[in-house]
């Protein structure tokens, strides 16, 4: 079940990642329908839950349910949804609402962070602050902070700022869009070169599936290959493993068992954000990340399936 609207690409590994496990090609539900005020109604019934969409001529009774790639923004309305799966067994990886919630409201993640005591940069939650609370909050980080809207949208409308000129530009936006905000420490990521500097480690329970690196030459860019950075993929075992152990940390203080987790490694290492849904249409996605999420779903004989 994914946003059938969504460009980002994920359903294709997911639904490679299925066949390839079980030899069968998954059916395909287009999440929008069980968005709180959508058609899609789902039922309890022994042994599971039937998902019924009547205008699409949809009725199915899955043995197992792979939720990805929905919009931050809309994670909220299909929450009544996952109410009726089944929080233990194997329709279970996408039950937990909290989790859910933990990660992508990034003021709950810093509150967790701190709580579980996992190394984050200082930051502050700012709705429509006067200027000089703005200030005061600017100046206690440092006078140089990155501002990201409460609930991330791809890396857009993420800012680095030095001034407070900036930090009203800044202000000025969130308002005009309508987003809460938070202003962050700078991290101080940078390479031997100057560049910004940055790994994607996604985790399973207590594994690390994936790293890659991300190069930045623009100091004042989120560290995004939509965004210009350059990326590498880095063998898991050659990631130093107190920086694995950190994005192991990071995912499980969310209630997340999966996630990909943006971290950067300079002064000991700092996590800036943990994704519920990490893209999975990168090099080596299929192999190295959706085949594990998703044969992490599978009952035991479905797994033995797998020549
Ligand atoms: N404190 C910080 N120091 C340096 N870079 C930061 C900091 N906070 C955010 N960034 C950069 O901005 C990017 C976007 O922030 P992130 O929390 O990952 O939100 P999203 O990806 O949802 O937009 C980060 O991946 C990182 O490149
Ligand atoms: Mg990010």
Redesign the pocket.
């Known amino acids: 079940m994914t946003d059938h609207g969504s460009q980002e690409g994920s359903r294709g590994s997911l639904d490679r990642a299925v066949e390839l496990l079980t030899g069968v090609a998954p059916l395909s539900i287009d999440a929008r329908h069980f968005l709180e005020g959508g058609p899609g109604r789902a039922r309890v019934v022994p042994g599971g839950v039937q998902l019924e969409v009547a205008s699409a001529g949809l009725v199915a009774r899955p043995k197992v349910v792979i939720i990805y790639e929905i919009p931050p923004a809309d994670r909220r309305r299909l929450e009544a949804f996952q109410g009726h799966l089944p929080v233990q067994g194997p329709l279970s990886l996408s039950a937990n609402v909290q989790a859910w919630r933990n990660a992508t409201d990034?003021k709950l993640a810093a509150e967790c962070f701190r709580r579980e005591g996992v190394a984050h940069?200082d930051t502050i939650a700012l709705r429509r602050p006067e200027p000089e609370i703005a200030y005061e909050a600017f100046e206690r980080l440092g006078g140089n902070?990155?501002a990201?809207p409460r609930v991330?949208?791809?890396?857009?409308d993420?800012f680095h700022l030095t001034t407070r000129d900036q930090l009203d530009a800044a202000a000025r936006h969130y308002a005009a869009t309508g987003q809460d905000w938070l202003i962050?420490?700078?991290?101080g990521?940078f390479t031997t070169d100057g560049r910004?500097h940055?790994f994607r480690v996604v985790v399973l329970h207590d594994q690390v599936l994936r790293v890659c690196e991300h190069v930045?030459a623009n100091l004042d860019a989120?560290?995004?290959e939509s965004q210009g950075a350059i990326s590498t993929v880095v063998p898991v075992e050659q990631f130093p493993l107190q920086y694995r152990r950190l994005a192991i940390a990071a995912t499980r203080s969310l209630g997340l068992r999966f996630g990909g987790v943006?971290l950067?490694i300079e002064n000991g290492g700092v996590i800036?954000?943990v994704n519920v849904h990490p893209t999975l249409a990168v090099p080596g996605g299929i192999e190295s990340v959706a085949i594990p999420f998703v044969e992490a779903h599978l009952p035991n004989p479905c797994r033995s399936q797998r020549s």
Do not use: H, L, T
């Open positions: 990034k940069m902070v990155w990201r991330g949208v791809g890396g857009r993420v962050s420490r700078d991290a990521n910004r940055q930045q989120p560290c995004n943006d950067a800036f954000e």
